[in-house]
């Protein structure tokens, strides 16, 4: 057993520190090993400073070291020496060094204001709105100049100059019809891709920030989805895009019309050439110039600003997730991103206190997180990806996001578990708890495309549900639809055909999100890991209020023995209970591709 701490409330009982205050921690480690000493050391201020641990009580076989950290800074960091007899290691976020590391995967203290407490029990669901449901007005609606008309059975164009323009007509009243289908899933929590009026099918190219997209229903068509996902308890998160508008935009319009106009300084104009910055390179996106205190103003901060009207009655959002927040405001030698996340924030909990701001990146997040901006991200590179490259189908072509060359390689448990760990260690556990953790989205392949069958989806499915972090499911996920990039994943939702749905996948569904709903550990807990190999995971999620050991396994494999454990019964997977062996050990099952749940008694 591997020395261990983490973020959660068992190690940190403090979750919400002040600055200034003095807070206890905890390390647990094996009692018998060759750990005499624990300090803990700060960098308060930038100096190291060291102070001893002492025990606090020992457990079992298990030796709970306290320490004291002062959240001496907005952003604290400390670690662990422990010392024996035979040698002496760093107990860092990245997990115990024999040598020395650098002070950036060390594990944090956060006082800035914490997101909203609802968001760690949140499971969301994410609907592009064109391709989720119809209502019957949806047809009698004049159809843009843009728009390729396509039935809701019609091919979904994947790649190709028509992509954007195939419009089914999908409407905000027709996801108010189908709220029943996400309250038989289980989730809580509903995200809309954008609302605005655009050019295309996928509205990141808005042509205004001041109205619902009529096509949609308008306005009013969001206040009644508002008040029919409010009448469930639940929450709706909107979609905005603050790197850029499209070239429809009225500020754009504006702006590209006449060289002395106000709208001019929103976006990055060349003086002598009068060509503009755009969204790599794509000129229907000119990006926006967050140097300007007008756009700064006319976004977020004014009384009619586009990021709060649509917080207010009657539409009511709890929330952003804001697109391209990597690259909103960095161009060339500005570099407005900490201040622009900071100040959105600020505007969102001004009006929202218990209001969400997530940021999408598709690459390293971690050097934007824990500024008191951004209050989580969607984790691609830290979750979608290693759990891609552990359970792709080796028969399947390899998903590609984001432009990779050769796409996803297949990888075994170990390389899938450093790269979760080099960019979790990377930001405090809040940061990392409050982000979401997703298997695709509208962006990328869909799962079942990458792992081939339903087996090795449920697997993928029992990860997202059991692993730290807010899961995020893609509409039509649960359904078993497949596409192999973002644009083919956007697949209508075929409510008319349910003899096509995957009734076991949506069936697992609908219990792993039940699982976590009854299980505290899987929203609030800690995660410790007890073993891997190359097609075995194991890990722990232990809160005070209890723990589930879960295993998930994408191959057949030996049967994993673990020591120290109690008898468990299993609450997922149909696995038998675990009761001791007589040297005290449990045993797990060897079969696979499969997915179990025990709870510890």
């Known amino acids: 057993m591997q020395p261990h701490h983490d973020g959660s409330a068992s190690y940190v009982p403090q979750q919400e520190p002040t600055l200034g205050e003095t807070v206890d921690v905890f390390v647990r480690a094996p009692a018998g090993g060759d750990i005499q000493q624990v300090h803990v050391r700060t960098t308060g201020d930038g100096e190291p400073r060291f102070r001893e641990a002492t025990v ?29 007899r035979r040698r002496t290691r760093w107990l860092t976020a990245a997990g115990p060094a024999d040598h020395d590391v650098p002070d950036h995967g060390d594990f944090k203290l956060v006082t800035h204001a914490p997101p909203p407490a609802w968001a760690r029990d949140a499971v969301i669901y994410q609907i592009f709105p064109d391709r989720f449901a119809r209502s019957a007005a949806a047809s009698t609606r004049p159809l843009p100049d843009w728009a390729i008309p396509c039935d809701w059975d019609t091919p979904v164009i994947g790649r190709g100059p028509e992509t954007p323009h195939q419009l089914y007509g999908g409407d905000l009243d027709g996801i108010a019809e189908r709220l029943d289908h996400l309250d038989r899933l289980g989730v809580n929590t509903v995200y809309l891709t954008p609302v605005f009026p655009a050019r295309s099918n996928h509205r990141y190219d808005a042509a205004s920030f001041d109205r619902v997209d009529p096509l949609l229903g308008g306005d ?35 702006a590209s019309s006449d ?34 205190a007008e756009l700064r103003r006319r976004f977020a901060t004014a009384d009619d600003a586009a990021l709060r009207r649509w917080l207010r009655p009657p539409y009511g959002l709890d929330g952003w997730r804001v697109d391209v ?32 701001l997530m940021a999408e990146h598709g690459h390293d997040h971690t050097g934007d997180l824990d500024r008191d901006g951004w209050h989580g991200t969607m984790n691609y590179v830290g979750f979608t990806d290693p759990v891609w490259s552990w359970l792709r189908h080796g028969d399947q072509p390899a998903p590609n996001f984001l432009g990779t060359p050769g796409g996803v390689p297949r990888r ?55 692993m730290p972090g807010i899961p995020m499911i893609f509409a039509g996920d649960e359904l078993g639809l497949t596409g192999t990039n973002g644009e083919s994943s956007r697949t209508p939702m075929p409510w008319h055909r349910p003899e096509s749905w995957d009734a076991g996948t949506l069936a697992a569904y609908r219990a792993l999100i039940a699982l976590r709903r009854v299980e505290p550990a899987l929203r609030h807990g800690g995660l410790r890991r007890l073993h891997h190999d190359p097609d075995t995971l194991v890990f722990l999620r232990e809160a005070p209020t209890g723990a589930v050991l879960v295993l998930a396994r994408r191959a057949a494999g030996a049967p994993v023995r673990l020591a120290g ?25 060897g079969d696979g591709p499969t997915f179990q749940v025990w709870r510890l008694c």
């Open 56 to 84: 606090d009580r020992v457990d079992g076989g298990v030796v709970w070291w306290r320490a004291e950290v002062e959240a001496r800074n907005p952003v604290s960091n400390y670690r662990f020496l422990l010392s024996g």
């Open 325 to 356: 927040a990597n690259m909103t405001g960095r161009r060339g030698a500005d570099a407005y991103t900490h201040e622009v996340a900071a100040l959105l924030r600020s505007v969102v909990v001004g009006d929202r206190p218990d209001g969400l």
């Open 565 to 589: 454990l109690p008898a468990a019964e299993n609450v997922y997977g149909g696995a038998p209970a675990l009761r001791p062996d007589p040297d005290g050990t449990l045993t797990l099952p």
């Open 220 to 254: 009013a068509a969001l206040a009644r989805l508002a008040d029919a996902v409010r009448a469930r308890g639940w929450r709706l998160l909107g979609d905005i895009t603050s790197n850029h508008t499209g070239d429809a935009h009225d500020w754009f319009t504006a």
């Open 259 to 292: 060289v002395r106009a106000p709208e001019r300084e929103l976006y990055y104009f060349d003086g002598s050439t009068g060509d503009y910055e755009s969204w790599n390179g794509v000129k229907s996106l000119p990006k926006l110039n967050w140097g300007s």
């Open 412 to 466: 075994d448990a170990d390389a899938v578990l450093a790269t979760m760990d080099a960019y979790r260690s990377l930001v405090s556990w809040r940061a990392y708890t409050h982000s979401w953790q997703l298997l695709g989205s509208h962006d990328s392949a869909r799962i079942r495309t990458v792992v081939g069958d339903a087996a090795r989806q449920e697997v993928a499915a029992g990860l997202l549900a059991t």
